[in-house]
Each structure stands twice: as C-alpha cells, then as structure tokens.
T-cell receptor, first 112, second 114 residues
Framework: DAGITQSPRHKVTETGTPVTLRCHQT?????MYWYRQDPGHGLRLIHY???????DKGEVSDGYSVSRSKTEDFLLTLESATSSQTSVYFC???????????FGQGTRLTVV | AQSVSQHNHHVILSEAASLELGCNYS??????LFWYVQYPGQHLQLLLK??????LVKGIKGFEAEFIKSKFSFNLRKPSVQWSDTAEYFC????????????FGTGTRLKVLA
C-alpha cells in the first residue's frame, strides 16, 4: 500500500457544474500524476506535479486544472464538467528517480 | 514529444500458448520503461521495470521483457499463459531524469481461453 487515497470514489454530476477530485498521499513524495482511463485510449496523462506549486500539463489537459498547495494533496478540478469528461480518473505517485509509479483506486466520474 | 505505442489492442490466446506484446516508445534520451497489468475492476499493478543494465528483465508471474534500444522497443513476453493472465496490459515510459513525465500506451486486452 503506497498510502494513496482518492476521493470521492464515485461521483455523478451535471453538465456545467464544477467538480474537484482529491488525491492524498501519506508519504510526502514529490511527483504526483492525474490520469483518465477510457476504453481504447489507455491511461492519458492530464496534469502532473513535481513539487508544491510545480505542475505541468499532460496529453489531455484542456478543461482541467490542478493545484498542489501542500505535498500530500493534488487536486484535479473540472471547471465546468462536460459529458466527454465521463471517465475513470486515477491518481499516481512516483516515489523518486528510478522507481515505479503507484496508483490510487480510481474515481469513477459520470457527467450527465 | 514523448509517446508510447502498443500495436496489439486485443489478443486472444489459448492456455499454454506463448505471449508477446509489442511496445515502442518515442523519446530521444535515456528512459525508464515499465509494464503494468490491470485486472478487471482493479487499479494498475507493476509487472516489471527497466532502468538500466541487463536489457532482459524478469518480472512477476513469469513475465519478462526485453529492451532493444536500437528499436526503441520494450516487448513483453511470457512462454506459457494461464487463464488468470486475462487482463489489460500497459506499457509506460518516463524520461530517465528531469520532471519524470510518465506516459502510458493505449493498452492491450488479453483474453486467455481455458
């Protein structure tokens, strides 16, 4: 167990509403990632962070923003949810160089 | 830009058949390479990883992969699959230094028939 908690685990929201997903880690690792997983597309990187207030865009960042004000939390926000953002969202941490990533249990988000 | 390609999207095998899943990456510098497995309803779990050294790496559950630098490839192999290997398999790459942007391929769904 890499000490990663995602919340909520399931959420249904309406189009146009803001949504924030939280990823919390207990180990104070520097690198954190947000992915979305969709059939036929694998895991696509949305945003990632390499330290407090240090974030960068991934492959599919449009419509998403992130914040990392403290080491243990990495928040993903959908400013105005759309049906195309219905997906399973995974958070991951990378303990350091030459290590593998560890994943949270995922958040299933449905935008209706 | 960094990218990963998995050419086999769906693979169906009978038990005891041999498996090889292709993975090619695009990146000019040193890389760290990974294979993950995802069983239905679960999150990703690491099968094996390559950072440096022997290009043939062995992982859990009898899986192995070979890094061929000249071909930018990291193919996954298993000599004899089992029904319990039915899952989705993902190849991933991250630069060997810097900000460690961790990119995945689109995955390969493996179904093993009993």
């Amino acid at each position: 167990d890499a000490g990663i908690t995602q919340s909520p685990r399931h959420k249904v929201t309406e189009t146009g509403t803001p949504v924030t997903l939280r990823c919390h880690q207990t180990e104070n690792h520097r690198y954190m990632y947000w992915y979305r997983q969709d059939p036929g597309h694998g895991l696509r990187l949305i945003h990632y962070s390499y330290g407090v207030k240090d974030t960068d865009k991934g492959e599919v960042s449009d419509g998403y923003s992130v914040s990392r004000s403290k080491t243990e939390d990495f928040l993903l926000t959908l400013e105005s949810a759309t049906s195309s953002q219905t997906s399973v969202y995974f958070c991951a941490i990378l303990p350091g160089p030459n290590t593998e990533a560890f994943f949270g249990q995922g958040t299933r988000l449905t935008v209706v | 830009a960094q990218s990963v390609s998995q050419h086999n999207h769906h693979v169906i095998l009978s038990e005891a058949a041999s498996l090889e899943l292709g993975c090619n990456y695009s990146y000019g510098g040193t890389v760290n390479l990974f294979w993950y497995v995802q069983y239905p309803g679960q999150h990703l779990q690491l099968l094996l990883k390559y950072f440096s050294g022997d290009p043939l790496v062995k992982g859990i559950k009898g899986f192995e992969a070979e890094f061929i630098k000249s071909k930018f490839s990291f193919n996954l192999r298993k000599p004899s699959v089992q029904w319990s290997d039915t899952a989705e398999y993902f190849c991933a790459v991250t630069p060997g230094s810097g900000t460690y942007k961790y990119i995945f391929g689109t995955g390969t769904r493996l179904k093993v028939l009993a």
